[in-house]
């Protein structure tokens, strides 16, 4: 299995990214997807998630800033995140979920700064 997330990259406060996250050796359809960020000197936190039926989770401070979708027929999945800003900098990581299987990416690094 692996998770190829792109996309990242160093962006001004507002600023827009959009993170794409290419699955293979997987069913991806059956499989929750997820996308996580590491701050700097943080744990690993969920940012945002999408279900195998598309139901949509996001963290407080994100929501109505970032969207995630998927496409099954592509095995990606995409994370839009708009009006970033400082706090939003950090590694992102991809990961697959159907329990017990779970999967992670390699992660990508976004930068919020002027």
């Known amino acids: 299995v692996q998770l190829q997330a792109s996309g990242g990259g160093l962006v001004q406060p507002g600023g827009s990214l959009r993170l794409t996250c290419a699955a293979s050796g997987l069913i991806f359809s059956i499989y929750r997807m997820g996308w996580y960020c590491q701050a700097p000197g943080k744990e690993c936190e969920l940012v945002a998630e999408i279900t195998n039926d598309h139901g949509i989770h996001y963290e407080n401070s994100v929501k109505g800033r970032f969207t995630i979708s998927r496409d099954n027929t592509k095995n990606t999945v995409y994370l839009q995140m708009n009006s970033l800003n400082p706090a939003d900098t950090g590694v992102y990581y991809c990961?697959?979920?159907?329990?017990?299987?779970?999967?992670w990416g390699q992660g990508t690094l976004v930068t919020v700064s002027s």
């Open positions: 990961n697959a979920n159907f329990d017990p299987r779970n999967y």
